[in-house]
C-alpha cells in the first residue's frame, strides 16, 4: 500500500505565495513521476504540473512562469512552489504519482486534496 500525504495549502492574497508538499510512503521501488492536478468547483480536474524521476518537467500554460514543480528523490517528496498566486488558482490540488512496486508492478496513487484559495 502506498500513500501520498500533501500539506502546505491554505489561504493567500492575490500575489501572493504557497509551497505545496506531497510525501509517498509505502512499500516503493521507485516513484516514477509525480504530479499536481487541481479541481475548481464545477470544473473538471486539471493536470497543473508533472515532473519526472529524472527531472523532466512539464507544466500548464496558466501556470507556467509562476509556478514550479521539484522533487527530492532521497525522500520520495514533491514540492509545488507556486508564486504570483491569482484568484483563478483557488482549487482543490492532488497529489498524483506512479510508483513501482514490488515484483515490478506499477500503481497510480492520488493525495486526499488540499484547499489554496487565493483572495483579498
Known amino acids: 500500500q502506498v500513500t501520498l500525504a500533501e500539506s502546505g495549502g491554505g489561504l493567500v492574497q492575490p500575489g501572493g505565495s504557497l509551497r505545496l508538499s506531497c510525501a509517498a510512503a509505502?512499500?516503493?521501488?521507485?516513484?516514477?513521476?509525480m504530479g499536481w492536478y487541481r479541481q475548481a468547483p464545477g470544473r473538471q480536474r486539471e493536470l497543473v504540473a508533472r515532473v519526472t524521476s529524472d527531472g523532466g518537467t512539464n507544466y500548464a500554460v496558466s501556470v507556467k512562469g509562476r509556478f514550479t514543480i521539484s522533487r527530492d528523490n532521497a525522500k520520495n517528496t514533491g514540492y509545488l512552489q507556486m508564486n504570483t498566486l491569482k484568484p483563478e488558482d483557488t482549487a482543490v490540488y492532488y497529489c498524483?504519482?506512479?510508483?513501482?512496486?514490488?515484483?515490478?508492478?506499477?500503481?497510480?496513487?492520488w493525495g486526499q486534496g488540499t484547499q489554496v484559495t487565493v483572495s483579498s
Open positions: 509505502g512499500d516503493i521501488i521507485n516513484v516514477n513521476s
Open positions: 498524483n504519482a506512479f510508483v513501482t512496486l514490488p515484483m515490478g508492478f506499477l500503481g497510480e496513487f
